[in-house]
């Protein structure tokens, strides 16, 4: 996966309440909020969230987390 430029429009901030960071990237914001139930989100939440780096690891460890979980149920 390449990273994209920023070339054509002004970066997106990060979606979390209270991040300043730019939003490098998006997740749709059902999936985000079902993982991550806890977090606050920026007033206009549309249907895809953006997630500055450190947000987007966070989520992705969470989700990892997940999935083992669901793993190791059986
Ligand atoms: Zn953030």
Do not use: I
Not at 13 to 33: F, N, T
Not at 48 to 66: A, G, N, P
């Amino acid at each position: 996966m390449a990273e994209r430029h920023r070339a054509r429009e002004e970066p997106e901030a990060c979606s979390v309440s209270g991040c300043k960071e730019d939003g490098e990237r998006s997740v749709a914001s059902k999936k985000y909020q079902a993982a991550m139930p806890g977090v606050a989100l920026k007033g206009e939440v549309g249907r895809r969230v953006h997630l500055c780096k450190s947000h987007y690891r966070e989520y992705r460890k969470k989700t990892k987390q997940e999935r083992d979980l669901d793993r190791a149920a059986w």
